[in-house]
């Protein structure tokens, strides 16, 4: 269940919250509730309940919003970072594109600010967005820069996410030899880590390359070895997408 005031008392509220000089200390507790909330979402945007927690996240979107703006106004920049960076998954999927696109390109400004160990993940976010977004050429400077910090930094998961979704973001830039390779790369690298949802993108991604090389029974393999993973992580959505493959 969820708690809803008319418009005027929420105005009203926030009027008296001032007053009471406790507006910042107010304000950090719900940045910090929404950040924790974030992150503990993002594992299951690609599992089982995947709808479910979308769904939730929708719910939520005024609060999180709120505390991105308040961590932005607050020059809290790596906080900010790391709260569009877990619900990067939900921006594409539920088409809030544009209004990420203004979060993400507002944190890019100040990338000085996030610390270097988290800027890689944030790259990774800040990427694939662009890609979807239809900014190729922002979308392969990004994710060619996050890629290069993961490897300095031996963060090999984040090394193959990203790895796997340059291999598709830059097909049009870089052609089929090089992306297949960052794809089987990436591949790699999951399985040795038995990350099953990192497994399944690569699969989807490696059916992309091949069948735009025009491969077509090798990329239906591939296809269904991503739909067979899918089924295991319960990830719904890239299982509607792989049934029309």
């Known amino acids: 269940s969820r708690f809803f005031m008319l418009e005027t008392i929420h105005e009203y509220a926030a009027e ?11 304000e950090n507790r719900h940045l910090e509730y929404f950040l924790s909330l974030a992150e503990e979402m993002e594992p299951g945007y690609r599992q089982h309940g995947q709808l479910e927690l979308i769904e939730r996240t929708e719910a ?4 999180i919003r709120a505390a991105f703006n308040y961590a932005m106004q607050r020059d809290q920049i790596a906080t900010a970072a790391k709260l569009i960076a877990s619900i990067d998954y939900y921006l594409r999927y539920r088409d809030r594109l544009v209004e990420g696109q203004r979060w993400f390109q507002r944190v890019l400004g100040v990338m000085d600010k996030i610390p270097e160990a ?13 890609w979807v977004n239809g900014a190729l050429e922002q979308s392969h400077h990004l994710l060619l820069r996050g890629l290069e910090l993961a490897q300095a930094l031996n963060d090999r998961r984040i090394e193959a996410w990203t790895l796997v979704e340059l291999s598709a973001a830059s097909f049009a830039i870089d052609g089929h030899s090089l992306n297949e390779k960052r794809a ?3 591949l790699s690298i999951f399985q040795d880590l038995d990350d099953r949802v990192g ?13 735009l090389a025009g491969d077509y029974d090798q990329a239906r393999e591939l296809y269904e070895s991503c739909l067979a993973t899918c089924r295991e992580t319960g990830e719904i959505i890239r299982q509607i997408m792989q049934s029309h493959n």
């Open 118 to 130: 988290y800027q890689a993940r944030f790259l990774l976010a800040a990427g694939r967005l662009a």
């Open 60 to 63: 939520e979107l005024g609060n």
């Open 199 to 211: 497994i399944a993108t690569a699969f989807n991604n490696l059916g992309e390359i091949t069948r």
């Open 184 to 186: 089987k790369s990436g």
């Open 16 to 26: 008296r919250l001032v007053q009471s000089g406790e507006e910042e200390q107010i």
